[in-house]
């Protein structure tokens, strides 16, 4: 799969799960293209299966896949750098301990490898240990400039901030923010945004200076009896985009 250059010209890009492949298509058209488009490993018995599946949908979306771990799941990192080799999509998701490792296998700079990191209730500190063995741990906690430093080391991409829980932590959020700027990294909030609170939360980093952001909405554009993303939901959130840029 090719990498679209297009992407990294955007300063503002949706992230959003698809519930089936003619979702991930109409997502795409109703986003203009200005999204990565969801799809989450946890859904898979196997890498084989993810990796037939996952193609098809690349194919769908001029490869603006991004590949999830399903609800920030440490025990899913080690499959989503396996698959992700293989794919070499546009997006992949995670958690702080796994970056390196995606990177290595990946092979190359260009795909988007994001980190996540968590809020602790301090501003300008943020809990790094997310994988699947440092989670059951006790909380490591650093500077959030330390933080990005780390991920940079790994060779990532960006901060994925999660859980947010919306505007809850909105001065974390906007340490953090600040912080993704002065640095020059990306940021991927992420968690309880939703039609009300995503262009406050856009804005935030936006005027901070953060370079690209990439919010993540989820659930909250859901359809819970087809599981689909609402795809005037979707059509919703590039208008906001396109007022704040």
Request: aromatic share 6%; proline share 4%; net charge negative.
């Amino acid at each position: 799969m090719s990498l679209n250059p297009n992407f990294y010209q955007d300063r503002l890009c949706l992230n959003v799960l698809a519930g089936s492949k003619q979702n991930a298509k109409e997502i795409w058209q109703a986003a203009e293209g200005h999204v990565l488009v969801g799809v989450l490993s946890k859904n898979y018995a196997s890498n084989e299966d993810a990796i037939a599946d996952m193609r098809e949908y690349a194919a769908l979306i001029d490869n603006a896949l991004s590949v999830g771990l399903g609800a920030g799941d440490p025990n899913q990192s080690t499959m989503v750098s396996e698959i992700s080799a293989v794919l070499q999509p546009q997006h992949v998701n995670q958690v702080f301990t796994g970056v390196a490792t995606s990177r290595a296998l990946l092979g190359q700079s260009q795909t988007v490898v994001n980190g996540l990191i968590s809020p602790t209730g301090t501003p300008g500190m943020v809990k790094i240990s997310t994988g699947p063995r440092s989670s059951k741990s006790a909380d490591a906690i650093v500077p959030i400039d330390s933080a990005i430093a780390m991920l940079q080391d790994m060779g990532g991409s960006s901060v994925k901030y999660f859980p947010m829980g919306g505007l809850k932590a909105v001065n974390e959020y906007r340490a953090v923010a600040e912080a993704c700027a002065h640095h020059d990294f990306w940021l991927e909030p992420t968690g309880g945004i939703d039609l009300n609170n995503f262009e406050e939360i856009v804005r935030i980093a936006l005027d901070a200076g953060v370079s690209k952001v990439i919010p993540h909405v989820y659930s909250s554009i859901i359809d819970s009896a087809s599981g689909d993303t609402r795809i005037d939901d979707v059509r919703q959130l590039l208008a906001t985009c396109k007022k704040l840029l």
